[in-house]
């Protein structure tokens, strides 16, 4: 009888690495039937049966969610219904820590249920380590893809295996053979529409500073969708920024922080990934501030960077929330731009920090140790 597994991702990134390890899962067993909520990447996955809510689900920080408190806890329950009448033989947790730890929780609890296991480890030895006791209760195997990770969670007896960052795989393909613009900064302000329009602004004002001083610089902004390039663009136009000063490149990312000199990156995904390009850049992140005072408060971690984090030091300058001043922005950029040592310093930093994240095969490992589960052969 054809084995089934519940997936659960709630936002574009995790979209993504499910499609990966869906493709890697029938790699091993055609005859696997796949369930469960997603984006679009793991609905068009042949035979797939998910719902497609990432839209509505991808959602960044605390009073985001309180607002549509309502629209999740519906979801939760349909959730938490669909598994109850599909009965799947797995459920696969993919990040999105907020939906999904309740969720585990909530299934744990029940007379019967099926394995639960957890695909790129929530970040809760940033901000509430005294969860990953709880987390070994609820789950049977975590998958995770920060090497640090797996010695905290097995130390709470929760079974952990460290099968390497999905991105690895993905990016090695996005290399490609270019020469450097040195008057050329990228910014990378963000993949959701609240993330530009907190970022971009104070980025456009650092550009202004830069702009004074060097009058041959020349800008490239990243956009993850079109819809958010209009959105760029419409911004360029209200900061009265100088016409011909900047490009909005859309879906190539790799290829800009392959081009520029030094980038503005906005804390994510995105400063793994200009490391792994070896791109010098500053990071810079703003949000609500209601959400920034509830983070102050529950943030265990030095660094925001996961650059930073991994090495433990401040490879990268950060620029947070009312410390993201343009001039000091600026100043920064400028260090990376002229100082031939200290780009060389960061360089070979981001070489040492991206060694740590595995060799490649992230999606194909999980895979693996999902289908021993299936098997009754995991532990």
Partial sequence: MAK???LVAGEASADNHGAALMESLRKLDRDLQFLGRGGPRMKAIAGAQLVDWIDD???VGLWEVIKRYGYFRQKFRETLSEIAQTKPDVVVLIDYPGFNLRLARALHR???RPKIIYYISPQVWAWNRGRIKQMARWLDLMLCIF?????????SGLRTIFVGHPMIDNLRTHKIDIKRDRHLIGLFPGSRS????????????AVRELFHEDQLLRFEVAAASESLAADIWEMLTDARMREGLFRVVTNETAVAMQRAFAGIV???????????????FVLVYKVSWLTYLAARFVVKVKYLGMPNVLANDEVVPEFIQHQA????IAKAVLELMGNDSERARMISDFDTIISRLGPGGASAKAAEAIVQELAGRGG
């Avoid at 609240?194 to 004002?205: A, F, I, Q």
């Avoid at 906005?266 to 010098?280: D, I, V």
């Avoid at 001043?325 to 000091?328: E, H, I, L, V, Y």
């Fill in 110 to 112: 029940r007379a019967t």
């Fill in 194 to 205: 609240r993330e530009v329009l907190k970022n971009l602004p104070v980025m456009l004002d």
């Fill in 147 to 155: 090497p640090f990770e797996a010695d905290l969670y097995n130390e």
């Fill in 325 to 328: 001043k343009p001039r000091a």
């Fill in 4 to 6: 089934s597994i519940y």
């Fill in 57 to 59: 689900a991808a959602v």
């Fill in 266 to 280: 906005a804390s994510g995904s995105a400063t793994l990934e200009a490391a792994y390009f070896r791109l010098p």
